[in-house]
């Protein structure tokens, strides 16, 4: 079955751009599903990020639009965020995960720890 | 967009049922049957439970229901066991290729 596995640093100094990346096995992320961000800063509930499409087609939370960049690389079957101007408050559990269209998002990556800090 | 609301906590013994529900607008919950519910225990990845309001994927057990009416999405869970400890998250369509989270809800199983 499909796994989803993150990865990138885990500790980014304010200002920077926080870059993450979601290995995609068992399955292709050229399959008609979107894949998706959530984070969850500490002590506080899981919040949506944004979405990727195979085709490159992206949709991003409001709040974070103008800071955020999704990409998609076929050829290795993962895609990736970036976050940039990055503050405190960024500093969160990230998690990648799978969404059958509008249905849901029914595969998640384990999550991975980014702290915001100099 | 501002998150869902949900009750920051609720508990039952177990045995019992209890529901959790999920409060969003005419902009979310209220204009889209898009609402899914996921289990999220300390540690691990959230547990995609509940989808379009009221189906369940496979494999998850028949002791969790959903149910919308306007808009409140609501999550029912019967039959309460300690396993089923946990914080709870509603997600719904907000229009624009857009999704949003409720805040979470912990249950407690006393």
């Known amino acids: 079955q499909v796994q989803l596995q993150e990865s990138g640093p885990g500790l980014v100094k304010p200002s920077g751009t926080l870059s993450l990346t979601c290995a995609v096995s068992g399955g292709s992320i050229s399959s008609s599903n979107w894949w998706s961000w959530v984070r969850q800063p500490p002590g506080k509930g899981l919040e949506w990020v944004g979405q990727i499409y195979h085709s490159g087609g992206t949709n991003y939370n409001p709040s974070l639009k103008s800071r955020v960049t999704m990409s998609v690389d076929k050829s290795r079957n993962q895609f990736s965020l970036n976050l940039s101007s990055v503050t405190a408050a960024d500093t969160a559990v990230y998690y990648c995960?799978?969404?059958?269209?509008?249905?849901?998002?029914?595969?998640w990556g384990q999550g991975t720890t980014v702290s915001v800090s100099s | 967009q501002s998150a869902l609301t949900q009750p920051a906590s609720v508990s039952g013994s177990p045995g019992q049922s209890i529901t959790i529900s999920c409060t969003g607008t005419s902009s979310d919950v209220g204009s889209y049957n898009l609402v899914s519910w996921y289990q999220h225990h300390p540690g691990k990845s959230p547990k995609f439970i509940i989808y379009e309001g009221s189906k369940r994927p496979s494999g998850v057990s028949d002791r969790f229901s959903g149910s919308t009416s306007g808009k409140t999405a609501s999550l029912t869970i019967s039959g309460l066991q300690p396993e089923d400890e946990a914080e709870y998250y509603c997600?719904?369509?907000?229009?624009?290729?857009?999704?949003?989270f409720g805040g979470g809800t912990k249950l407690s199983v006393l």
């Open positions: 995960a799978r969404q059958l269209l509008v249905r849901g998002m029914d595969v």
């Open positions: 997600c719904s369509y907000a229009g624009s290729s857009t999704w949003i």
